[in-house]
T-cell receptor
Framework: ELKVEQNPLFLSMQEGKNYTIYCNYS?????LYWYRQDPGKSLESLFV?????AVKQEGRLMASLDTKARLSTLHITAAVHDLSATYFC?????????FGKGTRLHILP | DAGITQSPRHKVTETGTPVTLRCHQT?????MYWYRQDPGHGLRLIHY???????DKGEVSDGYSVSRSKTEDFLLTLESATSSQTSVYFC????????????FGPGTRLTVL
């Protein structure tokens, strides 16, 4: 059974700081997704990571994948208030897509 | 906008009544998914479909059934709704592309009294 664990589940940080969200999963996966969700809204796709060593960056967010360690990270550089949201990772095994519980990120001005 | 619509967007119903939620896509993507989202649980996969009449169970399929009689529609049915099925339900599709990106519909908020 595929398990996906994110940590931390809640993160409060100051603007301008750097931080990393971790996503661990229990079995070999085909690909990994990162999403953002604002309160009361649907999920917005951020990154798709396909292979070991994959790194993708968009603005202040950078995602990486280590398939050997079964670990993905979402790194936030010089956080700004607009990045406050809940971030989810989701792991694909065959056709099933299983989500972590999410990391609620609160960035203080 | 990935061309995914869900209906209804909000519904209040009573325990024991049947409820059907509809997910509609405007393109012929093969894979469609139903999730529920509850505080503290993230998103949990209910059922998914990999083609017309081809469906499979997810993590929390008990109490739910699905049907896909045509490519563009994926229906989720609660045969006899219970209060534990009060949730926000999201439909998602996989865009057939190099990255197989998954896009979500706007969600349906269901309250079972």
């Amino acid at each position: 059974e595929l398990k996906v664990e994110q940590n931390p589940l809640f993160l409060s940080m100051q603007e301008g700081k750097n931080y990393t969200i971790y996503c661990n999963y229990s079995t070999t996966s085909d690909r990994l997704y990162w999403y953002r969700q604002d309160p009361g809204k649907s999920l917005e796709s951020l990154f798709v990571l396909l292979s070991n060593g994959a790194v993708k960056q968009e603005g202040r967010l950078m995602a990486s994948l280590d398939t050997k360690a079964r670990l993905s990270t979402l790194h936030i550089t010089a956080a700004v208030h607009d990045l406050s949201a809940t971030y989810f990772c989701a792991v694909v095994i065959r056709d099933k897509i299983i989500f972590g519980k999410g990391t609620r990120l609160h960035i203080l001005p | 906008d990935a061309g995914i619509t869900q209906s209804p967007r909000h519904k209040v119903t009573e325990t024991g009544t049947p409820v059907t939620l509809r997910c509609h896509q405007t393109e012929n993507h093969r894979y469609m998914y139903w999730y529920r989202q509850d505080p503290g649980h993230g998103l949990r996969l209910i059922h998914y479909s990999y083609g017309v009449k081809d469906t499979d169970k997810g993590e929390v399929s008990d109490g739910y059934s699905v049907s896909r009689s045509k490519t563009e529609d994926f229906l989720l049915t609660l045969e006899s709704a219970t209060s534990s099925q009060t949730s926000v339900y999201f439909c998602a599709i996989i865009f057939s592309s190099l990255y197989n990106e998954q896009f979500f519909g706007p969600g349906t908020r269901l309250t079972v009294l």
